[in-house]
């Protein structure tokens, strides 16, 4: 019995190790994709905070011109994901994105905070981003380095 545990614990590993970072790219790709659609057809729930973080730090915009760039800059995130080769771009990105998501726990505290290290719903859609940035990182730590990737091109 301990040696079935152990060939399946090695099995799950190794199916694990060879899915996760597919895996992850989707899973990317489906959450800025599908976030940036919501926002473009107005059904995001995340619009009215864009909104109101958008007219205390760019009030030379109109939330319209604003949503919609910022909706197709997050399907581009998305898409960069799962187009081979174009990871780092997407972490580059992603990098800006993520600092622009969390003002709002900053500027808008009384709407993402209901007490102290207490966030509301949206406070809490926040802090989840971490989770995304973990996961683009893991991604990037299996990125080969750009020498060892132009060291392949030329030796063929």
Same mark, same amino acid.
């Given at each position: 019995m301990e040696r079935k545990l152990e060939n399946f614990d090695i099995w799950f590993v190794h199916f694990?190790?060879?899915? =996760?970072?597919?895996?992850?790219?989707?899973?990317? !790709?489906?959450? !800025? !994709?599908? #976030?940036?659609?919501? $926002?473009?057809? *107005?059904? =995001?729930?995340a619009n009215p905070l864009v909104k109101d973080l958008m007219e205390t730090t760019l009030p030379f915009m109109t939330f319209e011109q604003f949503i919609i760039g910022f909706a197709i800059y997050e399907m581009i995130i *998305?898409?960069? !994901?799962? &187009?081979p080769r174009c990871e780092r771009l997407a972490i580059a990105l992603l990098l800006p994105h993520m600092m622009m998501t969390f003002l709002p726990l900053i500027f808008l505290a009384p709407v993402t905070w209901q007490g102290f290290m207490t966030p509301t719903?949206?406070?809490?859609?926040?802090?989840?981003?971490?989770?995304i940035?973990? &996961?683009? #990182?893991?991604?990037?730590?299996?990125? =080969?380095?750009?020498?060892? &990737?132009? $060291?392949?091109?030329? =030796?063929r």
């Open positions: 694990v190790r060879r899915i =996760s970072i597919p895996l992850a790219r989707v899973a990317l !790709f489906i959450v !800025f !994709f599908w #976030f940036g659609i919501l $926002k473009i057809i *107005g059904t =995001s729930p *998305g898409i960069a !994901f799962v &187009l719903m949206e406070g809490q859609y926040i802090i989840k981003n971490l989770v940035i973990a &996961l683009a #990182f893991g991604i990037a730590a299996h990125l =080969s380095p750009i020498h060892l &990737l132009q $060291k392949k091109k030329r =030796s």
